[in-house]
């Protein structure tokens, strides 16, 4: 004769877990709760944890539900609310955080909690080994769905890459600034605009806070300028560390390089992994998987996810992970996510939640709101983008190259001089159209629009008094 299965209440699992002082585990719940779904009963549990009705302590199946000390009196278990984007327009709370899933807010509960309260956890290889490509999902279909609808680009067609290369003097300013702000960084976003555009250093910051920033503009200048740089690599991630942490470690021997010492993490009670030769190698693996992912909202949040939890160099991880979760935006032509406006709070919080219970919900929260955000941002200027030039896209590196050439030569916005260097790779019956492509490149060339070039701004002031003075 089968066992009657006791009815599911708030009251009923509260009860339940105060009656064990060891606490109970979700196995011991969903055996005794037979008749409800195991992922509803999560959710359900996430939620009293976030009421505070109850404490987790613990991560993955050792995870134990325990009877807070001075449990809250509340209403009974709120049903969970699903996923989903908000479309650009709409409004966005003024509070300093995200709007949260209740898997979220139990996360944001636990990591809030003092440090003494918190189990000491190491890096667990498991949580790797357990994500299949293509299989696995962080991002549940229809999310994924609706962010490949709200990311479209006017360049879907184009070439990897020209979507970031249209808008790239705007994505240079704000992904440089918002990366930068998540990392305590105190630069305005019109501080950071002049840095990058003019070279002006804004008064009262330190060398750190300026460094910071132009390390951000030269590692995008690095993915976007050359598609092929752009891939899921070690060799692509390295070199974004190289860039991201030029002049700002304690040993200059760690920039652009894996890390072969033992770090800890402020604030976090995680131990990352100590073992030099064990980072190389799953800091390898970790790069094999995602480049198996192929939807590329999922293999952006999974760069987000493990690339941190790694923490494969001294120092700069999250922000390698927040520009190497661009590279799939990148080479699909979606809109980049730039990081725009994300509470800082809301994104430590999300971090903590991945090192210290390998649990993803909360930066999941923090993923989707800051791409609709990255979106909205995107907007005019997608719709100011209007139909690609196809010539100027298919002569993009002789445009190129003859610019900067004849900038670096000091030669004058002269037709005869432009026909001289024009390349082989242009057809004959496109060198008419070429010459007076580069010649109007020249007359509207400005400090601002060196990076376009590969130049510095220095190079182009140069060139532009020189022409001028030389202009008879």
């Not at 609706?146 to 300013?173: E, K, M, V, W, Y």
């Not at 300028?225 to 470690?249: K, Q």
């Amino acid at each position: 004769m089968n066992t009657p299965t006791p009815a599911f209440t708030a009251a009923d699992v509260i009860q339940l877990i105060a009656q064990s002082p060891d606490g109970l585990g979700m196995d011991a719940l969903c055996g005794t709760f037979a008749a409800v779904p195991r992922r509803t009963l999560q959710r359900n549990m996430a939620t009293l944890v976030r009421e505070r009705r109850v404490v987790l302590e613990g991560k993955g199946r050792g995870a134990r539900y325990l009877a807070p000390a001075n449990p809250p009196v509340r209403a009974s278990v709120a049903p969970f609310a699903h996923l989903s984007v908000q479309e650009p327009g709409a409004d966005y709370p003024t509070d300093p955080y995200v709007p949260t899933s209740p898997e979220g807010e139990a996360i944001k509960a636990y990591v809030r909690q003092p440090r003494h309260l918190r189990k000491p956890v190491g890096y667990q290889p498991a949580f790797l080994e357990a994500y299949v490509p293509n299989v696995t999902a962080y991002l549940p279909p229809e999310l994924r769905a609706q962010l490949h609808t709200l990311g479209q680009s006017p360049a879907a067609q184009t070439p990897a890459g020209t979507f970031a290369r249209d808008i790239l003097n705007r994505l240079l300013i704000d992904l440089s600034w918002a990366s930068s702000r998540l990392e305590g960084n105190t630069y305005s976003r019109l501080d950071t605009e002049r840095l990058i555009a003019q070279g002006q250093v804004a008064e009262g910051k330190d060398a750190v806070e300026t460094q910071m920033i132009l390390n951000h503009k030269e590692a995008i200048e690095y993915l976007v300028h050359d598609p092929e740089r752009a891939s899921l690599t070690p060799d692509t991630v390295i070199a974004l560390h190289a860039f991201l942490s030029n002049g700002l470690m304690a040993d200059p021997m760690a920039e652009g390089r894996l890390r072969e010492r033992a770090v800890g993490i402020g604030g976090s009670v995680f131990l990352p992994l100590a073992s030099p030769q064990g980072i190389h190698d799953i800091f390898g693996f970790v790069l094999e998987i995602a480049a198996e992912i192929a939807d590329p909202f999922e293999q952006a949040f999974f760069l987000m996810v493990h690339l941190p939890y790694l923490q494969p160099f001294e120092d700069v991880n999250k922000r390698v992970s927040r520009l190497a979760a661009n590279i799939p935006f990148i080479r699909h032509n979606l809109c980049p996510l730039s990081f725009i406006d994300v509470p800082q709070q809301a994104y430590v919080d999300a971090m903590l939640g991945v090192y210290e219970l390998n649990q993803v919900e909360l930066l999941r929260d923090v993923f989707v709101w800051a791409y609709v955000r990255s979106c909205q941002q995107y907007v005019a200027v997608q719709q100011n983008i209007g139909k690609p030039d196809m010539f100027r896209m298919r002569y993009r590196r002789e445009l190129g190259a003859v610019v900067a050439a004849m900038v670096q030569a000091m030669e004058p916005a002269a037709e005869v001089l432009v026909r001289a260097r024009v390349p082989s790779e242009v057809a004959q019956a496109d060198q008419a159209a070429f010459v007076a492509l580069v010649l109007a490149e020249l007359k509207s060339l400005h400090p601002g629009k060196a990076v376009r070039f590969g130049l510095r701004s220095l190079e182009v002031e140069g060139w532009s008094a020189h022409t001028l003075l030389t202009k008879p």
